[in-house]
């Protein structure tokens, strides 16, 4: 369903409630919801590594696997998203980043690796470089343009060791309750879908607010 860039319109009138719902949950309040809808509009109109990533944290239940599952992969394309577990993080090839526009890091728990300096150095690396090196087995290593977006969910509230002056990092509000939604809200995200589509890519984009972590 991606598009290419166009100008900035109004934003599309039709409303979705389900997915606003979800998404303010999941990520704690709707100024922090709406500053994902800047980020996440700046990788869907434009392409290109945003250079901050998210951490979404909460426990189970919270609504972030739904929005992966029925809003972000849809809308971006199976082929652009792409999902790893904290456990992947230390293999050295690293071709899904090749073609990727959202990577989700699902169960993100860094000092829980036994490579907790490595990895993080790895991601930030990943995050914030507009040129990354893409590592296929038995291939020789190649430059590549870096388009990806990071999210890094996790039950944890310490999913990540952020340091003080590191400016990468937008984090939501640790969620201790699950969302309530019913089946047919549920069934009602892919109704949404398309308007949540024209919203993103007719969103006039804050460029400094991707860049800067809230």
């Known amino acids: 369903m991606i598009q ?66 029925r809003v972000l992969r849809p809308l971006f394309g199976d082929t652009n998203v792409v999902q790893k577990r904290m456990t992947e ?37 990943q995050i914030t470089e507009p040129k990354i090196t893409i590592r296929k087995m038995r291939q020789a290593a190649q430059t590549v343009d870096n388009r990806a977006g990071f999210l890094f969910f996790s039950n944890m509230t310490a999913p990540v060791e952020i340091e003080q002056t590191d400016r990468r990092f937008n984090v939501g509000l640790f969620q201790r309750e699950p969302i309530s939604i019913t089946a047919e809200e549920v069934d009602q995200i892919e109704l949404e879908l398309l308007s949540f589509a024209y919203r993103l890519q007719h969103h006039p984009v804050d460029m400094r607010a991707v860049r800067t972590p809230n």
């Open 89 to 125: 993080l230390e293999d050295k090839f690293n071709e899904h980043l090749a073609n990727s526009l959202i990577v989700n890091i699902d169960e993100a728990h860094i000092s829980n690796s036994g490579k907790p300096g490595m990895i993080m150095a790895v991601l930030k690396n």
């Open 4 to 69: 290419t860039h166009t100008n900035p319109q109004p934003t599309n009138p039709i409303p979705t409630p389900v997915i606003d719902k979800l998404l303010k949950h999941a990520i704690g309040t709707e100024e922090l919801a709406d500053y994902f809808i800047n980020w996440i509009a700046f990788c869907y109109q434009y392409r290109t590594a945003p250079t901050t990533a998210w951490i979404w944290h909460g426990v189970q239940g919270t609504g972030k696997g739904l929005i992966f599952a």
